[in-house]
């Protein structure tokens, strides 16, 4: 589990919750917000701290370039919206 900044390359839509800093009040930690798991990610929207998207496409679209300033292509999407679902299953208890 970690904690990173949204908006990297570029501002979040939402520019109202501080996120970590108002727990820490520390400026480095503006805008840091825990990384979810992205198990059952295809099952759990709407996205993000805010459940402002709400669709996977647009979550993946947006962190592309949020996060990496990349503008992804159709295709691409589509190939890691695949890979996504292929992490959702039936939990399981790990012990008995
Ligand atoms: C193409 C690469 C990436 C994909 C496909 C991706 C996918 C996702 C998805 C689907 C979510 C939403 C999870 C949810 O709300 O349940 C998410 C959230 C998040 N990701 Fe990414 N991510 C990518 C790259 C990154 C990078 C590079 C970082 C940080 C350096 C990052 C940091 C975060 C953070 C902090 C959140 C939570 C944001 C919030 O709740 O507002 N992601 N990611």
Avoid at 35 to 54: A, C, I, K, Q, S
Avoid at 59 to 68: F, H
Avoid at 75 to 93: C, H, M, Q, V, Y
């Amino acid at each position: 589990m970690s904690y990173r900044k949204t908006g990297i390359f570029h501002d979040y839509s939402n520019r109202k919750d501080l996120g970590r800093f108002k727990v820490t009040k520390l400026e480095i930690d503006k805008y840091v917000f825990k990384v979810p798991m992205l198990r059952n990610v295809t099952l759990t929207g709407p996205y993000f701290h805010d459940g402002e998207v709400g669709t996977l496409a647009e979550a993946v679209d947006q962190m592309a370039y949020l996060q990496l300033n990349r503008k992804l292509k159709d295709e691409e999407i589509r190939n890691i919206l695949s890979f996504l679902t292929t992490l959702a299953g039936e939990d399981k208890p790990l012990h008995r």
